[in-house]
């Protein structure tokens, strides 16, 4: 039984990589925010899927997956360091808040504050990378796209989990204990 | 059902004490904001210098209306005159730039780093000091300097 949950577990964890790198690749393709580098982050639903049903390690490995992965499949290797860095600096973040005993705050609150470390860890990193400051003049513009991003990955997340029966994906009554 | 999976379902959108989160992100905004405003040089622009991967390449003077190669520059940059317009262009192992100096400022006009050319479609131009154009994917830096100093932290 346990093999079978573990089978299970590695089965969902695969689908949501696919849907995480899909929707990094497409996102590559155009920008809905005038600024360089700004993107929805809309792979972003699928860590926090990941971090929710199935648990840390898997949510971690999701962003990894999804950060080089994804940097290779468009072509820019180069962009693995910011990309990687902020996903797990934003992901430890939102693992932190979703993984407190009580609620501190919604989901969609939670990705709001992930999405807003990530532009800023990414921002920093370049800073850090490129030797140079300039490119804190994006910062205001970055927290702001990160607002907007933020809400809609929370959103969607928290639609999906409501929309989703549980038995969909733990039917076994010792998944649905251990948590 | 696990706790988490729980207490989404059955939680909601919003909080009260998502008011403090949103709070603190309001404030790293307007601190943000206030330090662009007052930490930007946005002076009169003296020179416009080309970065690889933090190696100068090409100082363009925007007063003399012309530019230099630099000896690290040699083996990346060529540059052609068209008409009131200098073209550069910088091509790196990972891919080349256009860079477009028009007396005013400089723009990236074309690049092949990726689908969305962020420094092309989205970098507007430089036509003060401090202002920046950033090619991630080819490592490339467009930096305007002022009478000041320069911005780059080398």
Redesign the interface.
């Known amino acids: 039984m346990k093999g079978r949950n573990a089978a299970k577990r590695i089965a969902l964890l695969s689908v949501l990589c696919a849907g995480a790198l899909c929707v990094f690749v497409v996102e590559n393709l155009f920008s809905p925010f005038p600024v360089p580098g700004a993107k929805l982050g809309l792979g972003n639903v699928f860590a926090i899927l990941a971090l929710i049903w199935l648990g840390v390690p898997e949510g971690m490995i999701l962003v990894i997956i999804k950060s080089v992965l994804g940097c290779l499949i468009t072509g820019n290797p180069g962009a693995v360091i910011y990309s990687l860095s902020a996903g797990l600096v934003s992901v430890s973040f939102s693992a932190a808040m979703i993984y407190a005993k009580r609620e501190i705050f919604t989901l969609t609150a939670i990705s709001v504050g992930a999405a807003v470390i990530n532009n800023i860890v990414q921002n920093a990193v370049f800073c850090l990378v490129a030797g140079t400051v300039s490119a804190f003049y994006l910062m205001p513009y970055l927290l702001v796209t990160g607002v907007i991003g933020g809400l809609t990955v929370g959103v969607t997340s928290t639609l999906i989990i409501k929309k989703t029966p549980s038995s969909a994906f733990f039917s076994d009554a010792s998944e649905h204990k251990g948590g | ?5 729980s ?3 059955n ?5 009260k ?2 008011i ?3 709070a603190v ?1 309001l404030i ?2 307007i601190a ?2 206030t ?2 405003i007052l930490a ?1 040089d946005k002076g009169e622009l003296e020179k416009i210098e080309i ?1 690889y991967d ?1 190696i100068l390449i090409y100082v363009y003077d925007n007063s003399l209306k012309n530019g230099i190669i630099t000896e690290a520059g040699k083996k990346y940059v060529t540059e052609k005159s068209e008409g009131n317009e200098l073209r550069v262009v910088v091509t790196v192992p ?1 891919g080349y730039n256009v860079i477009v100096f028009d007396g005013e400022g400089a723009k990236v006009t074309e690049a092949d ?4 050319a ?2 092309v ?3 507007g131009k430089i036509t003060k000091s ?1 202002d ?1 154009i ?1 090619c ?4 490339l ?1 467009v ?1 305007g300097v002022g009478t000041e100093g320069e ?4």
């Open positions: 059902m696990n706790d988490r999976i207490r989404v379902k939680g909601k959108f919003f909080i004490r998502d403090l989160l949103y992100i790293a905004v943000a904001v330090v662009l930007q970065y933090k990972e780093c990726s689908v969305r962020d420094c479609n989205f970098s401090g920046a950033f991630v994917p080819h490592s830096s930096v911005e780059v932290l080398l």
